[in-house]
């Protein structure tokens, strides 16, 4: 079973700045996933990343994927309250006849206004 | 498309109670999953199905029972709850499981906040 790492664990920040979340695995995977959770509700998927050294933008967010294909981080630009959230990584498990996801402890975030 | 539906949202059990949570989607989806989610333990896998009538266990099946007679419906049996069992349940499906990345999204319900006394 592949684990999987975030940190931090926490995070509370001021409107407007940066931050960068990260998410490591024990063993190399074939692709990753990001969702975002809010209070009260489900997991929404924000990215998935399949290539090494793959970059996605989805506006002031930006997901890197690791060259070791081992790891992936999230950054935001200029945090807004509306950011705030659980974030949490997910990958598949690669084992043979295994169709299970992963998903790390998350990253609770808070953007004071 | 309503999605991914829960019910009840709310449930208190009592000790050795049974109980059946439900789950339904109307997107076609082949996989579905069964989540609990505990303060500081993340999303954990209870049970999945890959398609009508394949059932097999997660990380954490015991004291949990599941069915697919339908690719709609994947409901989650408590058999016999416990204080243990207190915490969030999510169901979530997919298109499939492998294969095509874009394919393997998970849409979530909205959860069902069960507490055993």
């Known amino acids: 079973t592949q684990l999987l790492e975030q940190s931090p664990q926490f995070l509370s920040i001021q409107e407007g700045e940066n931050l960068t979340v990260y998410c490591n695995s024990s063993?190399?995977?074939?692709?990753l996933q990001w969702y975002r959770q809010e209070p009260g509700e489900g997991p929404v998927l924000l990215v998935t990343?399949?290539?090494?050294?793959e970059v996605k933008k989805l506006k002031r967010l930006t997901f890197q994927f690791g060259d070791a294909r081992k790891d992936s981080s999230l950054h935001i630009t200029a945090a807004q309250p509306g950011d705030t959230g659980l974030y949490l990584c997910?990958?598949?498990?690669?084992?043979?006849?295994?169709?299970?996801?992963?998903f790390g402890k998350g990253t609770k975030l808070s953007v004071i206004p | 498309n309503a999605g991914v539906t829960q019910t009840p949202k709310f449930q208190v059990l009592k000790t050795g109670q049974s109980m059946t949570l439900q789950c339904a989607q109307d997107?076609?989806?082949?996989?579905m999953s069964w989540y609990r989610q505990d303060p500081g333990m993340g999303l954990r896998l209870i049970h999945y199905?890959?398609?009508?009538?394949?059932?097999d266990q997660g990380e954490v099946p015991n004291g949990y029972n599941v069915s697919r007679s339908t690719t709609e419906d994947f409901p989650l049996r408590l058999l016999s709850a416990a204080p243990s069992q207190t915490s969030v349940y999510f169901c979530?499906?997919?298109?499939?499981?492998?294969?095509?990345?874009?394919?393997?999204?998970?849409?979530f319900g909205p959860g069902t906040r069960l507490t055993v006394l």
């Open positions: 990343v399949v290539t090494g050294g």
């Open positions: 997107m076609n989806h082949e996989y």
């Open positions: 063993s190399v995977f074939s692709s």
């Open positions: 997910a990958l598949e498990d690669s084992g043979a006849g295994s169709y299970q996801l992963t």
């Open positions: 979530a499906s997919s298109y499939s499981f492998r294969g095509v990345s874009s394919y393997n999204e998970q849409f």
């Open positions: 199905s890959v398609g009508a009538g394949i059932t």
